[in-house]
């Protein structure tokens, strides 16, 4: 079994045996799924559960839900799809949300630049079917959540996770948030689907992502989580 795979499902069983959740004030459940931005990575030392720093509980905190969050490190949209659509903690703890939060892509585009050892190494042949597997993933986990829940869907597009990188990452990512939000205007039509510009949000905000990190320090949790709100509310 794959090192990754291994986390998976270590974090899936915990998750299962002790929720880390909100408290209800108002009966809403938010779920939270993805990767390690809504599990608030690096906000905590050991980063063995998610952080209540993270945006899905300030969102749940703002706005009176209960969270739930099932976000997972390393996570990438492939995993992603694969557990909304046969995963049972997840299926279960999503069935009967009222909202459910997506982020997820950022793994998909970093394990191409950790594979070649550098942002500056990545070449279109490589980075072309990426961005088309991770498109064609993110429709296919908001039709899988369609069809599972009732809950409104609410999905974050991709924020720049090295704004030092200028044109060579914002160009890729530019182009992926377009067709993001192609995606969910297309699918508003048949399902109540919301997308948040995280991307134009952290945009010329370097102080919003952890020092020689790729994750968001606690403002940036705030700024998602505004953001969100808004999502919400819509």
């Not at 690096?42 to 063995?48: A, E, F, G, I, S």
């Not at 209960?66 to 703890?93: M, Y």
């Not at 948030?177 to 952290?202: D, G, I, M, P, R």
């Amino acid at each position: 079994m794959k090192p990754m795979k291994v986390i998976l499902v270590i974090l899936m069983i915990t998750q299962l045996l002790t929720p880390f959740s909100a408290e209800a004030k108002e009966g809403g459940h938010l779920v939270a799924i993805g990767d390690s931005i809504p599990y608030g990575y690096n906000l905590t030392v050991d980063n063995k559960m998610p952080s209540g720093a993270a945006f899905p509980y300030l969102i749940g905190n703002k706005a009176g839900l209960e969270v739930t969050n099932l976000g997972i490190p390393g996570l990438t949209s492939k995993e992603l799809l694969q557990a909304v659509k046969t995963n049972k903690v997840f299926r279960e703890t999503i069935r009967d949300a009222d909202y459910v939060l997506v982020y997820i892509g950022g793994n998909d585009l970093l394990n191409v630049v950790k594979k070649n050892k550098g942002l500056k190494n990545v070449t279109v042949e490589e980075i072309a079917p990426v961005i088309r597997d991770l498109l064609f993933n993110v429709y296919g986990t908001i039709l899988t959540l369609d069809k599972l829940t009732d809950a409104k869907i609410i999905v974050y597009n991709i924020y720049n996770p090295y704004p030092a990188a200028g044109d060579k990452l914002n160009t890729p990512l530019s182009y992926i948030n377009k067709q993001y939000a192609s995606l969910v205007e297309l699918l508003s039509h048949f399902t109540e689907v919301k997308l948040v510009n995280a991307y134009k949000a952290f945009k010329g905000h370097p102080e919003y992502i952890l020092p020689k990190d790729v994750h968001p320090t606690s403002e940036g949790q705030k700024v998602l989580a505004r953001i969100g709100l808004r999502a919400l509310h819509s």
